[in-house]
Every structure is written in C-alpha cells, then in structure tokens.
C-alpha cells in the first residue's frame, strides 16, 4: 500500500461551533477546543496521549490527521471536543504545583469535564474516547461513571504500564540485537528490566524505543508520515505559537514528569477489572510495538460488558495509526455510535 501524505484541513460552519475555550478543572485552568457543525449532535470527549503529548488536542483545531484518528468526519456527527490535560500544550501553567500532577488528579479532571459538558449541552450521557496514556484515564471512567458515558472506545488501550514496559523491553532488546546495536544493548542492560521507578529510567528507556520505530510502522509498501508528520501540527496550528511549542515539547515534560507520577505508572493495573457497565470497544494496530496489542485481546475476552463490546485491530499501523487507518476509525467511532 502507498500513501501519499496529504494535508488535510477543513473549516467549520458559522452556524456551528468552532471555539477554544478555558475551563477550571481540578482547581487548574485547562483549554478545551469544541467542534461541531451541529451543536445539538452528541457529545463526544477525546483524551489525548503522552502525558503532555496533545494530538489530537487544542493543536487539532483545523486539522484532520491526528495520530490516532481523523476528525473531519467527526464534527458532523458529534459535537467533538479535544482539551489540552493539566501541564500540556495550551494548559501548560508553570506554577501548576507538582503535587497535583498525578493520575487520580487527571482522573478527576476528566470526570469534571464530563460533567461540565452534559450540563453545557443538555445531554445525560457523552461518548469517551481516548488514546494510549489517555486510555487510563478512559476506562477508570467507564468503571467509575458508567450512568455519564453512551460508550467508551479505548484506542491503544493501556492496561498494566508496567507489564507493558516488559514486552517493550523484550522487543527493543530483540531488534538491537538483530542490528548488532552493542551500545544500545549495552544502555538496555544497564538499566535492566522494568518496572522503572526513578523518572530518569522511566525517561531514558524510551530513547530505544524511539530509536527502533516503536510507534511507527513502516515497509516497502505501507508508507508513513511518522513522527515528523504527526508532530508537525503543531507547527501548522492556528493555535499555537512557538512559546506554546516550547512547552509542549520542553517545559511541560519537565512539570508533568513527577517521581510522584512515575511512582503511580508503576501501580497501574486495570487487568483486575472483570466487568464492564457500559459500551466498551477496543482499538489497535496490529503493528503496535510500544503498548502490545495481545493483554488488551486476553483482557476483552475474559471482560464481561453485558452492553455490548467490540475489538478491532488495524492491519497498517502502530501506536500511531496510518492516516488510512485513522479514517477508518473515524468511520467507526461514527458508526458505533449510531447502532
């Protein structure tokens, strides 16, 4: 299959919604930006990424391709909106204090956004979708707050991040070897297998990673605007200014990557949960090397969900979907609403 990349932006009606905004949440004042052709549509709720990585976030604004989506299709059918979490892009706050950077923190903020948008838009229950560390908070909601979700679509759903840094490791050992990579080995068995507790471990075994292409994948025919192309949004936003990109990339890796945060990291494990109370999907690239694809198949299998579940993989992508797997799960999370 060849891509050819191709910029895709798209503008809102002025009879619709198309505004970023501040809301105060967790005693924190983030920036959401909502979307929608039709403001009486459903309201849907991406969680971005990273922590501190916001695509699709505020930077989406105008934009389609978004890592692990496409939206230009979305804000026909829902009233989208993509919000910045504490510490990252457009919410970046230097005197945020350390101690609220911690994954109940970003749980609660989420919970209070829901809320703040069933009431905004008169709706009972909203659609929550979320991807790789946003898929944390994602299914702590769907356990938490079933009544406020419609569904939740959990995309490179993150279950144990600890149990996750293992396969890493196992891979990234595996293709410094297959490259004769000794000076990679040698930094890999230095640090030693997870967990990582210390931010300076957590941080550096993510250089490998990064280096072997682990959210990209590429071939002789699946071509790929990688890293470059996902992370050049911020540069082509309406909305971000380079001051805004320098936080996003320095200042809010430093604020948000707490010992306290790593500490939680290592404690996560949602494989325990055993049922489900409302519509729950799973999506994921065949190819993903940086959050492993097969716990999130064991878990769905063994997950009760009496209102239905789904699980989908995505033959052409990794951690960060192909465009034409992007669409394809715009195309999805549409249709999954609507049956």
Same mark, same amino acid.
């Given at each position: ?28 004042? #983030? ?9 009486? @549509?459903?309201?849907?709720? %991406? ?46 706050? @230097? ?36 991807? *790789?560390?946003? *898929? ?19 995309? *490179? ?7 996750? !840094? ?67 949004? %911020?540069?082509?936003? *309406? ?6 990109? %320098? ?24 494989? #325990? ?14 190819? !993903? ?20 579940? !789904? ?12 465009? !034409? ?10 249709? %999954?609403?609507?049956?």
């Amino acid at each position: 299959m060849v891509l050819l990349f191709k910029k895709r932006e798209f503008r809102i009606a002025t009879s619709g919604i198309d505004s970023v905004e501040k809301v105060r949440l967790g005693g924190v004042e #983030q920036t959401v930006l909502i979307q929608a052709e039709n403001p009486t @549509k459903p309201v849907l709720l %991406f969680i971005h990424g990273g922590p501190c990585m916001p695509v699709p976030g505020v930077v989406s604004r105008g934009q389609d391709y978004a890592v692990s989506t496409t939206t230009k299709e979305l804000v026909k059918h829902f009233v989208v909106v993509f919000y910045d979490q504490r510490g990252a892009g457009k919410s970046y706050d @230097k005197n945020t204090p350390a101690g609220f950077m911690r994954v109940e923190q970003y749980i609660t903020d989420c919970n209070e956004l829901v809320d703040v948008l069933r009431s905004r838009f008169n709706q009972e229950k909203i659609y929550l979708a979320a991807h *790789s560390w946003g *898929s944390i908070i994602g299914l702590n909601m769907a356990l938490r707050y079933p009544e406020k979700l419609h569904a939740y679509i959990g995309i *490179s759903q993150i279950l144990n991040w600890t149990n996750n !840094d293992k396969l890493c490791y196992d891979w990234v050992v595996n293709k410094a070897k297959q490259a004769n990579d000794q000076k990679t080995l040698k930094k890999l068995y230095e640090l030693g297998q997870p967990p990582y507790l210390k931010v300076k471990q957590w941080t550096e075994f993510r250089r490998p990673l990064i280096k072997y292409n682990s959210m990209v994948y590429k071939s002789e025919t699946v071509k790929h605007p990688g890293m470059i192309g996902g992370l050049k949004q %911020f540069f082509t936003s *309406s909305e971000y200014s380079l001051m805004d990109i %320098f936080h996003s990339f320095y200042s809010a890796y430093n604020l948000t990557y707490t010992q306290e945060l790593i500490e939680d990291f290592a404690k996560i494990n949602l494989n #325990q949960l055993k049922k489900v109370e409302t519509r729950i999907a799973f999506l994921h690239g065949t190819k !993903d090397a940086h959050v492993e694809g097969k716990p999130v198949e064991t878990f769905f299998n063994n997950l009760e969900a009496p209102l239905g579940k !789904d699980m989908v993989w995505y033959g052409n992508s990794s951690h960060m979907f192909h465009p !034409d797997d992007a669409r394809m799960i715009e195309k999805y999370i549409i249709d %999954f609403a609507h049956a």
